[in-house]
């Protein structure tokens, strides 16, 4: 098992990065979406955000530090790809980060204006930067407007995938399910 990627596949970190983040982002807006129907005597009324603040703040750490990782590892071959897909794919993985990087922004913006420090499920807190009592309204629309701009591009990148995988017989979808093809090994031991 690969740890680091290599020109062939991702390696084992990548891939847990990648497959967290993207159970995390689905998770996260239909938390959201759930979140918004709340009435004030719902019992989750003031759970929800709580918890969806707390959790928010998993995948930015995880982000940052995917991306630093991302930045030290090698860069797959992209050889099945025409170049249109290529360009089309350098796009949407930029604007998936860029978009993700804003969304999780505006999340802490619309929690921390008033100065309260976000508690990340008692382990830690993190504090405000700035405060500015009613900028949670103007954050709060641009998160909505953000978190669904970044679903629609993840379906757009999961619907590419599998088009690239059943359609086309390419291996993209594999390299970032199993990593790395393994070497051959011949019948005397040799890899090739």
Known sequence: ???????QGYGVVSRLFHWSMAIAIFAM????VWMVT?????????????FHRSLGILPLI????????????VKLSSDDLSPFERKAAHAT????????????????LISTPDGQPIDVFGWFEVPPIIKMPGLESSAGYIHRIIAYVVIALAVLHTLA????HFVDKSQILNRMWFGPPRPAINPEGESH
Do not use: E, Q
């Open 161 to 164: 995938a599998l088009k690239h």
């Open 29 to 32: 807006f239909a938390l959201g």
């Open 93 to 108: 993985h930029g604007g998936l980060y860029v978009l993700m990087l804003g969304l999780m922004i505006s999340g802490y």
């Open 1 to 7: 098992m690969y740890v680091r990627d290599t020109s």
């Open 38 to 50: 709340l009435d004030y005597y719902s019992p989750y009324y003031n759970a929800a955000p709580n």
């Open 62 to 73: 995880g982000l940052l530090v995917r991306w630093l990782w991302r930045a030290t590892n």
